[in-house]
């Protein structure tokens, strides 16, 4: 984690300056290259738009076009629908930072960085960071909007908590998973494409309508896949109903994709970097 983007600048240090651990170094880093992608959100409209407007736009085409064809027993299809895509929405975010990261690789600013005796980890963290904080608006906008259109969670503090804590977790590792793919991509244009990826694979799960009426090989494939567990764990847990052990299978999950997304993503980072 706290390996350093050039050789050359390992282990210089300004002489007089007080002696820092790697750990302490790296942390330093990790924390401007967080602020640089929070300033980008802010001065982009476009990451806001995609941010927000998008889940919101899919927020009232399936609650007002098709809310009034699905019956679900014992729940409003709009307390259904409202945490699957929160979930959705984590997707959609995630294009942004895999285009983000090609850029940085292919765009200059990476050998600019191997100047500077930094963590280049510190480059993926600030992505990842920023993305989970772009997910977390979608979430706040999302419910809000939800309120207003009729959806009334029953799953008290400890369970928005709870829920909450889940997302930020999944989120954290869909993001590292595309800063994988931002890492592989040759060009900005096919990490765009590589992006795609984390549009459509949400739809194939419980986000939107029930699996039970899906067929039986299409359902068992969907049940069983990481993305329909933590939208069942989150949905249980926004609107109090049972869980059962989906919570902790989506926390599991979660651990697996962020922990393997990491490691893949630093070590095929810092190939592309040395390259």
Same mark, same amino acid.
């Given at each position: 984690?706290?390996?350093?983007?050039?050789?050359?600048?390992?282990?210089?240090?300004?002489?007089?300056?007080?002696?820092?651990?790697?750990?302490a170094l790296a942390?330093?880093?990790?924390?401007?290259?967080?602020?640089?992608?929070?300033?980008?959100?802010?001065?982009?409209?476009?990451?806001?738009?995609?941010?927000?407007?998008?889940?919101?736009?899919?927020?009232?085409?399936?609650?007002?076009?098709?809310?009034?064809?699905?019956?679900?027993?014992?729940?409003?299809?709009?307390?259904?629908?409202?945490? +699957?895509? &929160? #979930?959705?929405?984590?997707?959609?975010?995630?294009?942004?930072? $895999? !285009?983000? /990261? =090609?850029?940085? %690789?292919?765009?200059?600013?990476?050998?600019?960085?191997?100047?500077?005796?930094?963590?280049?980890?510190?480059?993926?963290? +600030?992505? &990842? #960071?920023?993305?989970?904080?772009?997910?977390?608006?979608?979430? $706040? !906008?999302? /419910? =809000?909007?939800? %309120?207003?259109?009729?959806?009334?969670?029953?799953?008290?503090?400890?369970?928005?908590?709870?829920?909450?804590?889940?997302?930020?977790?999944?989120?954290?590792?869909v993001f590292w998973?595309?800063?994988?793919?931002?890492?592989?991509?040759?060009?900005?244009?096919?990490?765009?494409?590589?992006?795609?990826?984390?549009?459509?694979?949400?739809?194939?799960?419980?986000?939107?309508?029930?699996?039970?009426?899906?067929?039986?090989?299409?359902?068992?494939?969907?049940?069983?896949?990481?993305?329909?567990?933590?939208?069942?764990?989150?949905?249980?847990?926004?609107?109090?109903?049972?869980?059962?052990?989906?919570?902790?299978?989506?926390?599991?999950?979660?651990v697996v994709i962020?922990?393997?997304?990491?490691?893949?993503?630093?070590?095929?980072?810092?190939?592309?970097?040395?390259?």
């Amino acid at each position: 984690m706290t390996q350093t983007l050039s050789r050359e600048s390992e282990g210089t240090r300004i002489p007089g300056s007080p002696s820092r651990s790697p750990f302490a170094l790296a942390l330093s880093d990790c924390r401007v290259l967080v602020a640089r992608n929070v300033k980008h959100i802010v001065r982009n409209p476009e990451m806001l738009i995609q941010a927000v407007s998008l889940p919101i736009v899919l927020l009232l085409l399936f609650r007002f076009m098709f809310g009034g064809a699905i019956t679900l027993p014992g729940m409003a299809y709009v307390d259904y629908l409202v945490p +699957g895509l &929160v #979930v959705v929405s984590i997707g959609f975010n995630s294009t942004t930072t $895999v !285009v983000g /990261v =090609a850029a940085d %690789l292919t765009q200059g600013l990476v050998e600019r960085f191997r100047s500077m005796p930094m963590a280049g980890s510190a480059v993926l963290v +600030g992505h &990842v #960071v920023s993305g989970v904080l772009r997910s977390m608006l979608s979430l $706040v !906008v999302m /419910v =809000a909007v939800g %309120l207003a259109i009729g959806f009334r969670p029953a799953g008290g503090v400890l369970g928005w908590l709870a829920a909450t804590g889940l997302l930020v977790l999944f989120a954290a590792g869909v993001f590292w998973l595309a800063t994988l793919l931002g890492s592989v991509a040759k060009t900005v244009e096919g990490a765009g494409g590589l992006g795609m990826i984390f549009v459509f694979v949400p739809y194939a799960t419980s986000a939107l309508v029930p699996t039970g009426s899906m067929p039986p090989v299409l359902r068992a494939v969907v049940d069983n896949q990481p993305v329909t567990v933590v939208i069942d764990a989150v949905r249980g847990l926004m609107n109090g109903t049972a869980v059962g052990s989906t919570v902790w299978l989506a926390l599991g999950w979660s651990v697996v994709i962020t922990a393997g997304g990491a490691y893949l993503a630093i070590r095929k980072f810092h190939q592309r970097a040395r390259g």
